[in-house]
């Protein structure tokens, strides 16, 4: 069967690569293909699947910034997305029921107000994967995604607790001493180093000492993956931590999508409602909209949000699961529920791919706050004079930025997406401002200046560099453009996008380390 789960995985996986589609949804058509054989989950793909969750949610802690949840956009934001959201979907369900749909007919008031709670949730599964594929995962939008996910995350702990009666054991009270632990938490990541005892002790932070402390006091794990994540964000190690588990975490998500297929019996009847449900997506979507632009954020803030969001969740499901084992809710509306979460993704991923377009044709038909009353997370920005812009201020921009310092002075600017790396930037007395490259608006700010001779593309993530590209040639930028590029196909794919020079990272490390080498040492060689 494992060679099976295997191969059809791939396959499905690389069509939808090659259709344009985030490969997830290759994975879930072959869940309920493999259904539809006579295949069926079974606890090894569970378990998997479970893995990748935990590993996922450990890995956001080790990128959420705290004060982001604390912030009133997010807590505000998502609790008055959840109660309205509810409120308007038990409405048009109980239109529904009132018309004599037959699944909801035998349902009572308090039972679909239940079913539009699990509705309410997005997927945090599928909102990170798409921004880690986008490249946007801190970006402005992306953190206000993951920031409302996680609170959402939190209702669901709360609601499970209160509806199976089931609380926390005494001693869980002894949780709160966790951020006394940080600092030995701390050395070992100092002790371990940088290879495959770096991987272990992130499985063994993840699965032991967050899930596993967790629920050994009555808790749900992944909350405690989560915050054990959020606990070590603010180590030196965090970044390589979460790259180390990127790979080990996405293998174990293949089995997550894939058991959300291989776990329902799709039924005429089921998906008849499925698609019933799917015309809530849009009222969610307008919501959240809504919601978010009323704290003032900009429309393209708001719009990219809330198409991250615009899903059902795997949450619903384990809500759905949990009513339907106390009775709550009949079998048929939990497959409906879970062909409906299936559905939703493949129907958000072409969305979320082509989100920067969708803002393009809609944002001129959307009423934009007043750059003064804009949110101070989400203000536009002013370059000042600057001639070079460095786009991506981690480790190989921080290194053209003091290159560049050297050489020809303070000429440059670094554009860093994310606020807390920008502030120590500017510590070490580097000229680096906060800001999302791949944000039209945001290029519309900076070519005003019309001092700009030079940019640097230096961001992790390709599709990033490529958006970025993209808005310097539809702004026909007159400078200069370089590029860095982890493969060589990536390296073409840039020079036929524009760039005047493109850059293999691999290979420029190591000459500039021999170059490196050979000034500082200036060692003799015979000829």
């Known amino acids: 069967m494992e060679l099976i789960l295997i191969s059809t995985a791939f396959l499905a996986g690389f069509i939808a690569l090659k259709c344009d589609l985030p490969p997830l949804v290759g994975f879930l058509l072959a869940g309920f293909g493999l259904h539809a054989v006579g295949l069926q989950t079974n606890q090894t793909i569970i378990t998997l699947a479970d893995l990748g969750v935990t590993l996922l949610l450990f890995t956001i802690g080790l990128k959420l910034d705290i004060k982001t949840l604390l912030s009133k956009e997010i807590w505000a934001g998502a609790t008055l997305h959840n109660l309205l959201s509810t409120i308007l979907f038990s409405a048009v369900l109980m239109f529904f ?24 949730f997005s997927s945090t599964v599928f909102a990170v994967k798409s921004l880690q594929e986008k490249g946007e995962l801190n970006a402005t ?12 995350d939190i209702f669901a702990v709360v609601f499970l607790t209160a509806s199976t009666g089931k609380l926390p054991e005494w001693y ?31 499985i063994f ?13 009555g808790m749900k794990p992944d909350l405690g993956a ?21 790979n080990l975490k996405e293998l174990f998500l293949v089995c997550f999508f894939l058991n959300i297929g291989l776990s329902a019996q799709p039924t005429l009847s089921g998906f008849a409602m499925a698609l019933l449900f799917l015309l809530l997506l849009p009222i969610k979507g307008v919501l ?22 615009f899903n059902f969740s795997e949450f619903g499901l384990i809500v759905g699961g949990l009513a339907f084992n106390m009775g709550w809710l009949s079998g048929d509306i939990l497959v409906a529920l879970a062909m409906a979460v299936s559905i939703s993704f493949i129907v958000s991923a072409p969305l979320n791919r082509h989100g920067h377009t969708l803002y393009q044709r809609s944002g001129r038909w959307l009423r934009e706050h007043a750059a003064e009353k804009l949110n101070t997370r989400d203000q536009l920005i002013n370059p000042g004079h600057a001639q070079v812009l460095i786009l991506g201020m981690g480790r190989i921009g921080t290194g053209a930025y003091d290159e560049l310092r050297h050489r020809y002075g303070k000429i440059s600017l670094g554009i860093e997406v994310r606020e807390d790396a920008a502030h120590e930037h500017k510590a070490l007395g580097r000229n680096v401002i906060a800001g999302d490259a791949t944000d039209p608006d945001f290029w519309e700010r900076i070519l005003d200046t019309a001092n700009v001779k030079l940019v640097l593309l230096a961001m992790p993530h390709h599709q990033g560099n490529q958006i970025a590209l993209q808005q310097l040639k539809s702004r026909h930028f007159q400078g200069q453009i370089a590029a860095i590029a982890e493969y060589p196909d990536q390296m073409d794919t840039l020079i036929e996008g524009g760039v005047d020079a493109a850059f293999n990272i691999y290979r420029e490390a190591g000459s500039g380390f021999a170059r490196h080498v050979c000034d500082q040492l200036q060692p003799k060689f015979s000829k």
């Open 141 to 152: 939008y992306g953190t206000i995604a993951i920031g409302i996910l996680v609170m959402q």
């Open 97 to 120: 029921k009132f018309l004599g749909v037959s699944s909801l007919t035998e349902m009572s008031i308090d039972q679909v107000v239940l079913l539009g709670f699990a509705l309410s």
């Open 205 to 217: 932070f993840a699965l032991v000492v967050g899930a596993g402390l967790f629920e050994l006091v």
């Open 288 to 309: 959240y909209f809504a919601v978010l632009n009323g704290f003032k954020f900009r429309v393209r803030t708001s719009l990219l949000a809330s198409l991250s969001l």
């Open 226 to 246: 989560l915050i054990l994540g959020m606990l070590l964000a603010d180590h030196k190690k965090s970044s390589e931590l979460s790259k180390s588990l990127f």
């Open 172 to 202: 869980a009270i002894g949780l709160f001493a966790l951020p006394l632990i940080r600092p030995l938490l701390y050395k070992l990541l100092d002790w371990v180093g940088h290879g495959e005892m770096l991987v272990l002790l992130g």
